[in-house]
């Protein structure tokens, strides 16, 4: 299911003449969605400029990646090819928030957004929540779409397995080998956050709780951002460890 999809049927959204924080629309956490459509002719390609973005941001021009902004890497610029009439779409990351350091640390765009030297203006920005009630409607809502032969991320992947109901149910840890970067859910309860090629976690710890046995079934479901190992047509595959891993190889 793409997230386009879930983006495209959601049921909330502010329009405003520039954008707003997280905070501003009353989101704490997970993503927004700015969109805006360009009503001027742009140089081929043209500088793009977010100051004051956080935390992490995929830029989509008619929903086809241009680049990533990030305030850890103090990227706040790319150039994007885009023309009169298509639509410009910023996916803001909120990467989580730390219990010390200046106080108000606030996410989402809170700058205005330029395009070489023009302002753009009239935003909507469509909130994604990714709590247990958000999920639990994603589940049921993803049978309605139909399976093609191809996929293009951002996209919810969603899977479903069993557990035999003689068998003793232990805490694991999800090992997401050739996932790049999102964040994985089992029966709706959010496990966190992955991102194996910056490391260095590379699991995340699944309580026995969470787990139902048969004949109950138990989904999983990954938004992935970036890129999958798998295409509709192909087998994706996690895995359940016994034993963390949490000393895997880190950018230098």
Known sequence: MSLWDLISISDYSVVSQYPLSFEDLSHPYGFVLYRTTVNFQTPDPVILTVKGIADRAHVYVNKVLQGILSREQKVESIPVQVLKGQDLEILVENQGRVAYGAIHDRKGIFQNVTLGSKTLENWTMIPIPLDYDSMERINRLKNKYQKTDSVSVPAIYCGRFSIP?????????????????????????NLGKYWPIVGPQLTLYAPSTLFRKSPALN??????????????SDECTVQFVERPILNGPTPE
């Open 165 to 189: 109901d003689n068998s003793q149910i232990f805490d694991s840890f999800l090992k997401l080998d050739g996932w790049h970067k999102g964040i994985a859910f089992l029966n709706n309860f």
């Open 219 to 232: 989904s999983i479901m990954l938004l992935e951002l970036q890129h999958s190992p798998c295409g509709c």
